[in-house]
C-alpha cells in the first residue's frame, strides 16, 4: 500500500500522542476524540493503512476504560479485520476483556486464551487480575505440571 503523505502522517501521530496522553489521565472521552480525529484522517479504505488497525485499538481501549463495553466491541471488531489485526495479542486482549463483559464467555475464553498463548499472563499484568484468573480456567496447564501456579512458581525460578 501505498504511504501517507507526511503532512497527513504527522498530524495523525501528533493526534495519536495526544489520545495516548488523555487516556492516560483516565480523560477517555477526550482520547476518544483524538484518536477518532485521527482515524478519519486515513484515506479509504481505512482498515488497509498500518494506523488503521492502531487508531482502532484505540479507540476501542478508551471505549473499554470507559465502561463502553458495546462500543469497546464495534471497534474491535473492525479492527480484526485490518490486515495484521488477527494475531495482534492486543487486541484479542480486549477483545476477550470486552466479550467476558458483555457476557459471552465462550468468545472472551477463545479470545483471551488467544493473547495468553501468544504473550503469557505479562499482557494481563495492568488489568483486573479476573480476566488472568478466567482464562486459565480454560486452559491446561503444560505438561508436567499440575496447575498453573507450579507451573509460574518454576518459571519465576529460571
Known amino acids: 500500500m501505498a504511504e501517507l503523505p507526511d503532512d497527513v502522517h504527522a498530524e495523525i501521530v501528533r493526534l495519536s500522542a495526544e489520545g495516548d496522553e488523555a487516556a ?13 480525529a485521527a ?11 498500518e ?9 476501542a481501549d478508551a471505549h473499554f476504560l470507559a465502561g ?11 479492527a480484526l479485520n485490518c ?16 466479550a467476558y463483559e458483555l457476557g459471552d464467555r465462550e468468545r ?15 499482557l494481563f499484568e495492568e488489568d483486573d487480575p479476573k480476566y488472568l484468573a478466567f482464562v486459565l480456567t480454560k486452559l491446561r496447564p503444560p505438561d508436567g505440571f499440575s496447575s ?11
Not at 495482534?88 to 470486552?98: A, D, E, I, Y
Request: aromatic share 12%.
Open 108 to 122: 472472551a475464553a477463545d479470545e483471551l486464551a488467544r493473547a495468553f498463548l501468544m504473550e503469557g499472563r505479562e
Open 68 to 78: 463502553r463495553f458495546a462500543d469497546s466491541a464495534d471497534a474491535l471488531r473492525q
Open 83 to 98: 490486515p495484521a489485526g488477527i494475531g495482534n495479542p492486543f487486541v484479542h486482549l480486549r477483545s476477550g476483556q470486552v
Open 39 to 49: 482515524y478519519n484522517l486515513l484515506p479509504e479504505p481505512k482498515q488497509e493503512w
Open 148 to 158: 498453573w501456579d507450579e507451573y509460574f512458581e518454576k518459571s519465576e525460578e529460571v
Open 24 to 36: 492516560s489521565g483516565e480523560r477517555f472521552d477526550q482520547a476518544l476524540e483524538r484518536f477518532q
Open 51 to 59: 494506523a488503521g488497525l492502531w487508531l482502532l485499538a484505540g479507540i
